[in-house]
């Protein structure tokens, strides 16, 4: 029975394009092993089925195709019925007439435009016209759907997805191309494909096994995968917040430079050598791979890429077409997908899941928390697009909260070189009430792990030369009012200061120094 071909191609398009899944599928044993038997009967030759292609007499057809083979069946079957209907037309005019007077008379059809089959004028002088015509009207009545498509299809070249004439051997394969043009497949792979979509259209149990295999196949369970930037001042705990948080799961981290590139994230080709001491190239996978490969190999675990300093490199320029990865579906899975910046990136990550990548798409499971500091010089901006992409957790100062707070005791000297004792925790709350009272923004303040244990010069648990440089070169290098109410006023240089230190001697205000060992 001949179908308005027009509506199946759009029915077709309309199943592809709403797959939520065009590319993550793990092919099963049960499946592969049907495919390569129902390919063989159909097409004969040497058929090999891998994990992500399918190899016919050296023709290598991705398996990304099979999702084509999956929605476009019914086009394919509609195809076919004309292709079949104009073969019965054939059979009988060949009783009449040499094969190459029916070639030559088919040939003037199609027509350019909408019309009856009958459209030229001047078949009705063509010696076969007559007999064409009561072949027609035998096998398709008038006033019937059949009649009304195959008349379309000799008439219309727009509505049947094939441009060329009748007569030719090529109508499905040709037919087949055209519809699948709008995605993207190119005219080098329409034979390989239409055998994909031929032997779907046959094997009503092949069309079944992969729908059960795509609604059951290895994709991550688990969901809720987010993007957050943990931000706030200097030593407020983000990472090890975030450590505390993936600590437990899969995860991979990286840190954030001004030079990191766009392929030291993702990953690159890079030279490696072979076991016979030659030099070939690889696929090196950046961060951003690892943690998608561990997303794919933990489906039911959170996985996390964790990225330092997010904002001490061009990030939008970092993670480049990546960034549309961003917008995420309300499991947590990307909204839409990009393509794979290389075919070696694709051949890894398909080799390492034994799945088929058409795409690249943030799995469900797979989260990325990142860390910057607000405060910091000489860093990137976030582009306004890109940061609200992320959603947000301010780490604020806490010093009242002893379990975020380390425990260190500071040796420190008054003005006769006495040795007293304060803490950590009094010299750093002090130091930030001396910067908010002279309207010090919030983000150059000191965080309750800007300096740790290991910072503290063990031989005399002096102040750590790092927090006097913070202090002295970076925040309060041209605020000298605010400098001389925390540090001794007489001191006049950055090197006095680590010298009178050193010595033992007085580095503080006087009125400061009180605060500190009250």
Not at 128 to 156: A, C, G, H, M
Not at 235 to 261: A, L, N, R, W, Y
Not at 300 to 306: C, E, N, Q, R
Request: hydrophobic letters at 35%.
């Amino acid at each position: 029975m001949l179908v308005d071909l027009s509506t199946v191609a759009n029915e077709c398009k309309a199943k592809y394009e709403n797959l939520e899944n065009k590319g993550d599928l793990m092919l099963t044993p049960s499946f592969k092993s049907l495919l390569k038997e129902t390919l063989t009967d159909t097409l004969g030759g040497t058929v090999e089925v891998n994990n992500a292609t399918t190899v016919i007499d050296n023709n290598s057809l991705p398996h990304s195709w099979l999702w084509f083979a999956h929605t476009y069946w019914e086009f394919y079957a509609g195809i076919s019925e004309y292709d079949e209907a104009i073969k019965e037309i054939q059979e009988e005019l060949k009783k009449s007439y040499p094969v190459n007077t029916i070639k030559d008379f088919l040939k003037k059809f199609p027509s350019k435009t909408n019309g009856s089959w009958d459209w030229n004028k001047k078949l009705k002088n063509e010696l076969l016209y007559q007999d064409f015509k009561d072949i027609v009207e035998t096998k398709f009545p008038e006033n019937t759907d059949n009649r009304k498509y195959l008349e379309r299809f000799l008439s219309d070249v727009s509505w049947r997805y094939y441009n060329k004439s009748i007569e030719r051997p090529d109508i499905i394969k040709s037919a087949a191309i055209t519809v699948l043009k709008p995605h993207g497949v190119k005219q080098a792979n329409s034979s390989e494909l239409s055998n994909l979509i031929l032997v779907f259209n046959r094997s009503q149990e092949l069309r079944t096994l992969f729908a059960k295999m795509n609604e059951t196949s290895t994709r991550p369970s688990k969901t809720g995968g987010q993007n957050i930037i943990f931000y706030g001042p200097p030593g407020t705990g983000k990472s090890t917040k975030i450590k505390d948080i993936t600590d437990k799961s899969p995860h991979e981290i990286t840190v954030f430079h001004p030079d990191m590139q766009n392929s030291d994230f993702i990953g690159a080709l890079k030279p490696a050598v072979k076991d016979d001491g030659g030099v070939t190239y690889k696929f090196s996978p950046g961060p951003f791979a690892k943690a998608l490969f561990k997303a794919y190999e933990h489906p039911d675990k959170d996985v996390y890429l964790v990225i330092e300093e997010l904002n001490r490199a061009p990030a939008m320029a970092v993670f480049g077409e990546l960034f549309q990865l961003l917008d995420r579906k309300d499991n947590g899975a990307s909204e839409y997908g990009v393509g794979f910046p290389s075919d070696e990136f694709r051949k890894w990550l398909d080799h390492k899941t034994s799945m088929v990548h058409v795409e690249i798409r943030l799995p469900s499971n797979l989260s990325i928390y990142a860390s910057m500091n607000t405060a910091d010089q000489g860093v990137y901006p976030l582009d306004t697009a890109f940061r609200r992409r992320w959603d947000d957790k301010y780490i604020f100062i806490d010093w009242d909260n002893p379990k975020n707070c380390p425990d260190i005791k500071l040796a420190i000297f008054n003005a006769k070189g006495i040795e007293k004792e304060t803490s950590w925790k009094l010299l750093g709350s002090e130091v930030n009430k001396v910067l908010l009272d002279n309207n010090h923004p919030e983000d150059r303040l000191l965080g309750q792990w800007w300096i740790n244990e290991k910072d503290v010069p063990s031989i005399d648990n002096t102040v750590p030369n790092k927090l006097l440089n913070y202090l002295w070169n970076d925040l309060l290098r041209h605020d000298v009012p605010t400098r001389n109410e925390i540090f001794k006023s007489g001191i006049k240089s950055f090197s006095t200061l680590i010298n009178r230190k050193n010595l033992k001697k007085q580095i503080f205000s006087d009125m400061f120094l009180d605060k500190l060992v009250s």
